[in-house]
C-alpha cells in the first residue's frame, strides 16, 4: 500500500511558481502530522513546511518562509504545497511525509513511525 503519492513537480525559471501536491491515505490524514521536505543534490535532507492545526501556527523553513504555504484539503485527503518566487537553490526533490507517532516492533520496543512519499524533482532554472 502507497501511502502517500507526490505531484506537480517540474521545471520553472527562477520568479515562478509551482504548486506540489501529495495524496494521502485515509489513515493518514486522520492520525498523522504533515510536513514537506526536500532534498538537494550533495546536502542533507532538510524540513520545508509542517502542517499545524491552525494556517496562522504551520511552520517554515526560513529560506522558504513567507514564498512557500502549506495546506490541505480533507475532503480530497491531499497536502498541497504552493510555491512562489521560486529561486535556484530551491532546486531539490521534494518530499510528502507524515509523522504518524509510534509503534511497536517485534520486541514490543516503541519505534518511530514516520512515513515517506517517493519523492518529486523541481528544477529551477536562471
Known amino acids: 500500500q502507497v501511502d502517500l503519492v507526490e505531484s506537480g513537480g517540474g521545471s520553472v525559471q527562477a520568479g515562478g511558481s509551482l504548486r506540489l501536491s501529495c495524496a494521502a491515505s485515509?489513515?493518514?490524514?486522520?492520525?498523522?502530522?504533515l510536513r514537506w521536505y526536500r532534498q538537494a543534490p550533495e546536502k542533507a535532507r532538510e524540513l520545508v513546511a509542517m502542517?499545524?492545526?491552525?494556517?496562522?501556527?504551520?511552520t517554515y523553513a526560513g529560506s522558504v518562509q513567507d514564498r512557500f504555504f502549506i495546506s490541505e484539503d480533507r475532503e480530497k485527503r491531499t497536502l498541497y504545497l504552493q510555491m512562489n518566487d521560486l529561486k535556484t537553490e530551491d532546486t531539490a526533490v521534494y518530499f510528502c511525509?507524515?509523522?504518524?507517532?509510534?509503534?511497536?516492533?517485534?520486541?514490543?520496543?516503541?519505534?518511530?513511525?514516520?512515513?515517506w512519499g517517493q519523492g518529486i524533482q523541481v528544477t529551477v532554472f536562471a
Open positions: 511525509a507524515a509523522d504518524c507517532g509510534t509503534v511497536k516492533d517485534d520486541y514490543g520496543t516503541n519505534v518511530a513511525d514516520f512515513r
Open positions: 485515509e489513515y493518514i490524514f486522520k492520525n498523522c502530522g
Open positions: 502542517l499545524n492545526d491552525s494556517p496562522y501556527s504551520n
